[in-house]
DNA sequence: TCACAATATGTAGCTAAACAACGTATCAGA
DNA sequence: TCTGATACGTTGTTTAGCTACATATTGTGA
């Protein structure tokens, strides 16, 4: 899969993927590669530059830990953030209705 | 739906609109605002560099003609274009496979 | 008749997101 | 000791879509 198709949907799976536990950067990478079956591979070019945007926006929070000698910048969805994600689900449900009915796949 | 989600997947729909019968520009415009129930209006400095784009890569093939007065592109697929759309077709499957399974909309 | 909407084409310049290619550092195991 | 996994990040580039603009004809309603 072109990852580059994420474009504009990435934020969602970031979101998603830290709703239901806190996660540190690498971990969230692992995760989406994990969830997609192996079909996502986020560059840390994207990766970073994405969490520190959602943190910008106020979607999510980070803290600094220390883990077997390793730091990890720790991302966690913020109240705003769970709305955004809602909001985020409902226009990938009325995204993916619109292209896959024009696509005739899924329609 | 902001049409900046399309990125990436506006090519497949282009050549989806224009598959069974010619279309002009504006003509593709409308069809994808019509096929979309309205949530997809493309701006004029979205589509028309959307469709030199895919005409230079040679999947879409142009003439001119004249309707009522009045100048038109006419758009058509060409053979490359139609394996396109379907390589087009097998991403979004999988595209949409992934995202929805990640967010949890429609798996 | 005069203005406005619809039809029809296009370009120039901007923005933002994703990417490739770096750079830094720790730890485990061969 | 050296490689691979873990973990953070930045710089500079590319590119697609957007806004705003420019042009022209035809149909319509005031």
Redo the contacts between chains.
């Keep these: 899969?072109?990852a580059?198709?994420?474009?504009?949907?990435l934020d969602?799976?970031i979101l998603?993927?830290v709703k239901d536990a806190p996660l540190h950067g690498y971990g969230i990478s692992e995760a989406?590669h994990a969830?997609?079956?192996g079909?996502?591979e986020l560059p840390t070019g994207t990766l970073y530059p994405a969490l520190r945007r959602l943190e910008r926006l106020g979607y999510l929070r980070s803290s600094w830990s220390t883990v077997s000698g390793r730091k990890r910048r720790t991302y966690e969805l913020t109240r705003a953030g769970r709305g955004q994600l809602a909001a985020?689900?409902q226009?990938?449900?009325?995204?993916?209705g619109?292209?896959?009915?024009?696509?005739?796949?899924?329609a």
């Design positions: 899969m072109k580059d198709e994420l474009r504009g949907h969602a799976l998603a993927v989406l969830q997609s079956g079909a996502i985020q689900r226009a990938w449900s009325e995204f993916s619109v292209v896959g009915g024009i696509l005739g796949t899924g």
